[in-house]
């Protein structure tokens, strides 16, 4: 086996892959993967391991990567999410075949597993109660002490489980425990509970058990089980790994899967736990794990990312064992450079400002042509409807304007893009002195916006024909925190006093060009200078669609701060 990708994707996982091949281990086969569970909605950091897992499957010939539900606690989980995250991780264009499986498959070969450890007298089972079970566990300075059960017979053992699974005891009567070591100086080694009790109905099993295995105990096994190579997760179970190890070691599993820890992906101005995203959704803060603001899968699709800009994201920040916070200005520029080639150029007026041109006929529109793309002529060309009255952006104009400001001004002239020079010759305001239209000429012999006279001018702006415009709702966004990192321990406050409630405007009637009261749900366009939208997957209806900005086009959030 080789790997066939190209050489930039290298990282300490795929070197250690590489190196496995190279010396034969497990017969040079690479077997990932991707075990969420199901509690929720797929997030940005799930996207990192997403392509870590799928990556490396694809890109190793006869690679593979199962997705495996980790459906072991019956209280959280349900069938909306494992829905939802395979659809998720499609999207994303990944793609595991037959290689579905659930954890929950396997509850009957993990109880046998468990009896075996009994028989192996290394597992027991502990009437302590729970705060008991912490008391004896010790401290991170202080050995804990053996529960006064760890000296069960097997006999005795095999029959109180037994009694568990068969629900003769109550949630939080006793626990089966492995016996490894509680004086250890890792604290997942103190005898780590494998099975609770939980009166509760699954998902999947429904009422078939009342006990349940836990994590740590469920993941190895599955793992071999399913003949995993490599099983990539996060830092945090950097501390777990001696566990993962001892239970393979003590069972007799069909293989031995390698663990190996990565960093996690932290994104600035977001949060990335399930429990948080959670909580927004049912706080109200967001409308759904969907909400363009969101930092879900869900979210960031509705709100215009494309697969392949999040593809692209996770391989530009790379796998490493170093914890550190991206910023999202990096992940906004991988959809502007993806949608920067790939979006089709339209205008729309956000904020109108009416301008007359007094000197073009009463009644008459012409047909002027706009390509689609600066660079790619593939992408062809449109007509634009020009007529006397049209829109231009309000901030496009000024009064009063200071020296750099190149766009319209009294008795300036500026380039109506794909159309005309225009000059301001007229400001029309109301009795309370409100600005109300501007009155303009416009010169014919710049058709296509260029004067035969050489004659230059500095801006060019975008405009809509008032008559032809298709009248849309648009909404802007952003980002849903005010602070780098809402839920960093630093602050004295809670998380959520950092939302951004500023972070959704909607625009009820944006004047765009009428063939875009066409646009498909998903479908992307550049509104020249003003950003990337895409039709809203949710709320637009035929011929009604509704626009989600994506994201502008440069970065302004930290312009934008310096002047508030
Ligand atoms: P959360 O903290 O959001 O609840 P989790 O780790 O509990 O996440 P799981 O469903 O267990 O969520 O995660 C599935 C896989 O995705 C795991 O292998 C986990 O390590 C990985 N993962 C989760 N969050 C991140 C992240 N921020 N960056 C990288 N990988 C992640
Ligand atoms: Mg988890």
Same mark, same amino acid.
């Given at each position: ?23 034969? #281990? =497990? ?11 199901? =509690? ?21 010939? *006869? ?14 989980? *349900? ?43 290394? @597992? ?14 010790? /401290? ?21 489980? *037994? ?36 009166? @509760? ?45 001892? $239970? ?42 969907? *909400?363009?603001?969101?930092? /879900? ?15 692209? $994201? ?110 301001? =010759? ?58 780098? #990192? ?79």
């Amino acid at each position: 086996m080789s790997e066939n990708s190209n050489p930039e994707s290298s990282n300490f996982i795929r070197n250690i892959i590489k190196d496995d091949i190279k010396n034969k #281990k =497990n017969k040079s086969l690479v077997h990932t993967r991707f075990p969420p569970e199901p =509690n929720g909605y797929l997030h940005i950091g799930h996207a990192k391991s997403i392509c870590l897992n799928f990556g490396i499957a694809n890109d190793f010939n *006869d690679g593979l990567c199962n997705l495996r539900f980790d459906d072991t606690n019956p209280i959280k989980e *349900d069938l909306e999410f494992t829905k939802s995250i395979q659809q998720d991780v499609k999207w994303l264009g990944f793609e595991w075949g037959e290689r579905l499986f659930y954890a929950s498959d396997y509850f009957e070969q993990l109880f046998e597993f468990a009896k075996q450890m009994i028989n192996d007298g290394k @597992a027991y089972v502990d009437h302590l109660s729970a705060e008991e079970i912490r008391e004896y566990r010790g /401290t991170l300075t202080e050995p804990g002490k053996e529960s006064p059960h760890r000296g069960r017979s097997v006999e005795e053992n095999l029959s109180l489980f *037994d009694r568990m699974r068969a629900g003769e005891f109550e949630e939080g009567e006793c626990v089966l425990r492995g016996k490894i070591d509680m004086s250890s100086p890792n604290m997942n080694m103190r005898d780590p509970t494998i099975y609770r009790i939980k009166k @509760a109905t699954h998902h999947r099993t429904g009422n078939d058990w009342c006990i349940y295995p836990m994590y740590d105990y469920t993941h190895c096994i599955s793992d071999a089980l399913e003949g995993i190579t490599h099983s990539l997760c996060t830092l945090e179970f950097e501390d777990h790994r001696p566990l993962y190890d001892w $239970f393979l070691e003590k069972l007799s599993a069909p293989c031995h899967p390698q663990q190996i820890e990565f960093a996690r992906l932290n994104l600035n101005y977001t949060v990335t736990s399930k429990r948080k995203l959670n909580e927004l959704v049912k706080d109200g803060d967001v409308s759904g794990w969907d *909400d363009p603001r969101m930092p /879900t899968i869900v979210g960031m699709r509705r709100r215009g990312y494309t697969p392949e800009s999040i593809r692209d $994201f996770c391989h530009r920040i790379g796998v490493t064992k170093n914890d550190t916070a991206i910023d999202v200005s990096v992940l906004e520029n991988s959809v502007r450079e993806d949608l920067d080639n790939r979006a089709p150029r339209v205008m729309g007026i956000l904020d109108p400002l009416k301008v007359v041109i007094n000197n073009y006929p009463e009644g008459e529109t012409e047909q002027l042509e706009a390509p689609n793309h600066p660079n790619d002529k593939e992408m062809g060309a449109r007509k634009l409807s020009f007529s006397r009255i049209i829109y231009i952006e309000k901030n496009d104009f000024m009064e009063d304007p200071p020296k750099k400001f190149f766009r319209l001004a009294p008795g300036k002239e500026v380039r109506l893009r794909y159309a005309y020079f225009i000059i301001c =010759n007229e400001i029309i305001k109301d009795s309370s002195g409100n600005l109300v239209e501007l009155h303009c000429s416009y010169d014919p012999d710049t058709k296509g916006g260029n004067a035969p006279d050489g004659r230059k001018v500095k801006g060019t702006i975008h405009w809509v024909s008032a008559e032809h415009a298709f009248k849309a709702e648009v909404r802007l966004y952003d980002r849903l925190f005010n602070d780098p #990192k809402p839920d960093s321990n630093r602050h004295q406050k809670d998380w959520k006093d950092f939302l951004n409630r500023e972070s959704k405007k909607i625009i009820k009637e944006a004047y765009l060009e009428p063939s875009l009261q066409s646009a498909k749900n998903e479908e992307f366009f550049q509104f020249e200078r003003l950003g990337y939208f895409c039709v809203d997957n949710k709320d637009s209806e035929k011929g009604k669609p509704i626009f989600n900005r994506t994201v502008s086009l440069r970065d302004s959030w930290l312009k934008q701060k310096k002047e508030n």
